[in-house]
């Protein structure tokens, strides 16, 4: 009987479990929705400001920019890990601590120096953990990024890259590809670089003249930055939706071994039982044979 209680205290506490998990991952589910939404809404913005910027390099203005440049000489990198405050994503932050750590190990294996930036307490954590302290670190908000995040960022790094002490910047996040797929990517942000993203049928259709006021210095001065904090932002933006697409596989993965789980216990609870039984059957049957023998 001790083994039945046994096997049935496990079943009740796996069923809690399975209860949390559960719960877990509808939260996920739900919290899709919300995160592909803002996605979506900046990526018009963001493809807008590539437009219009490919436009001025297409139209051959000469006009130039400090983060549009690429630095002579490479001494100083910056890395962003963009991680999750919270774990019980599967891999969602494994991958991209992986990755930080094999580019900051070359960058330094070539005799560079590296500035860390860590957004997400996992990140943090972790860097710390191993004694390595991150020069700026934002969290509390990745399942649902603020502006005012990538704005600081933002002015950071383009005040570094700016002033030559930053000759790289390179940004470490989950590129989403479906709910229940996330992959680890690596992007450079500074330099700016400018790609065109249109056919050739539709940038022979936007054939643009672009009237400056004040000039078109003035007008790129304030449109690098804007570019670079709507950049900054849509990747912490595809990062919350790929931290809950995680979860929401890890916590259903989860949901599913519990369940497995159960019904294993279940036919061993079963059998235990069944034996129980036949053991006090057969006692019972014994014991009456022995009192017709006497």
């Known amino acids: 009987m001790a083994n039945l209680k046994e096997i049935k205290g496990r079943i009740t506490a796996i069923q809690s479990t399975r209860q949390v998990t559960r719960t877990m991952e509808m939260v996920s589910t739900a919290k899709i ?3 592909q939404n803002k996605a979506d809404a900046a990526h018009p913005y963001v493809r807008a400001l590539r437009h219009i910027l490919s436009d001025l390099r297409r139209a051959g203005t000469g006009v130039a920019h400090p983060l549009l440049e690429e630095h002579d000489e490479c001494k100083r990198v910056m890395l962003v890990a963009v991680t999750s405050d919270r774990g019980q994503a599967g891999g969602f932050n494994a991958g991209i601590i ?3 750590e094999q580019a900051r190990a070359q960058a330094l294996e070539e005799g560079l120096e590296v500035e860390l930036v860590c957004y997400g307490r996992k990140a943090v954590s972790y860097f710390q953990y191993r004694g390595i302290t991150p020069a700026m670190s934002l969290s509390g908000h990745s ?4 502006f005012v995040d990538a704005q600081s960022l933002a002015a ?8 030559g002490t930053l000759d790289r910047v ?7 590809v479906n709910v229940a797929r996330q992959v680890p990517e690596v992007l450079t942000l500074l330099p700016v670089i400018i790609e065109d993203e249109e056919s050739d049928d539709e940038t022979q259709r936007r054939n643009l003249e672009y009237i400056f006021e004040p000039s078109a210095e003035e007008v790129l001065k304030s449109l690098i930055p804007t570019y670079v904090e709507a950049m900054i932002f849509g ?8 931290e809950h697409g995680a979860r929401r596989t890890a916590m259903k993965a989860a949901t599913d071994n519990a369940s497995e789980m159960i019904s294993t216990l279940t036919r061993s609870f079963n059998r235990a039982r069944q034996s129980a ?8 049957v014994g014991g009456a044979a022995a009192l017709e023998d006497k």
């Open 33 to 35: 929705r919300g995160a």
């Open 98 to 100: 992986h990755m930080v």
């Open 143 to 146: 399942g649902a990024p603020v």
């Open 156 to 163: 950071r790094v383009i005040r570094e890259y700016t002033e």
């Open 170 to 176: 390179e940004i470490f996040y989950n590129h989403f």
């Open 235 to 242: 990747y912490l933006l595809e990062s919350a939706e790929s």
């Open 277 to 284: 039984i036949t053991t006090e059957i057969s006692e019972i």
